[in-house]
């Protein structure tokens, strides 16, 4: 299928500071992660430190909560802050819980029922 790129605004919990960006949409991961840079930049607070399992083994990463936009859908979610990436990864949870997922034919989203199990 290839990589599906998103754009999708991200804010500090107190819509302060936000910036658009493109993240990758990560099918095979349930988390958000942002660079730390970005998270920085947009003052998103560490809430604590996780474990976090990865491909490539555990790691530990900070936790913190920001303001996800996508498309015409916004709320706030956990995001996992990492040195370890230098874009946003986009993780499932926040595409099911707005209703979308990947169409493997075009790779872009498309709207689908919320699953309430």
Same mark, same amino acid.
Request: proline share 4%.
């Given at each position: 299928m290839g990589h599906s790129w998103v754009e999708v605004e991200i804010y500090d919990l107190e819509r302060k500071k936000s910036k658009k960006v493109n993240a990758l949409? $990560?099918?095979?991961?349930s988390l958000t992660v942002l660079p730390k840079k970005l998270a920085d930049e &947009? @003052? /998103?607070?560490? /809430?604590? =430190? =996780? +474990?976090?399992?990865?491909g490539a083994g @555990? /790691?530990?990463v900070e936790r913190g909560r920001a303001w996800i936009k996508l498309k015409d859908k916004e709320d706030v979610f956990p995001v996992w802050i990492s040195d370890f990436v230098d874009k946003v990864l986009l993780g499932v949870v926040i595409l099911e819980s707005f209703g979308f @997922?990947? $169409?493997p034919a075009t790779g872009k989203l498309k709207e +689908?029922? &919320?699953?309430?199990y």
């Amino acid at each position: 299928m290839g990589h599906s790129w998103v754009e999708v605004e991200i804010y500090d919990l107190e819509r302060k500071k936000s910036k658009k960006v493109n993240a990758l949409v $990560d099918t095979g991961a349930s988390l958000t992660v942002l660079p730390k840079k970005l998270a920085d930049e &947009l @003052e /998103i607070k560490p /809430i604590k =430190e =996780e +474990r976090v399992a990865t491909g490539a083994g @555990e /790691i530990k990463v900070e936790r913190g909560r920001a303001w996800i936009k996508l498309k015409d859908k916004e709320d706030v979610f956990p995001v996992w802050i990492s040195d370890f990436v230098d874009k946003v990864l986009l993780g499932v949870v926040i595409l099911e819980s707005f209703g979308f @997922e990947v $169409d493997p034919a075009t790779g872009k989203l498309k709207e +689908r029922p &919320l699953l309430l199990y």
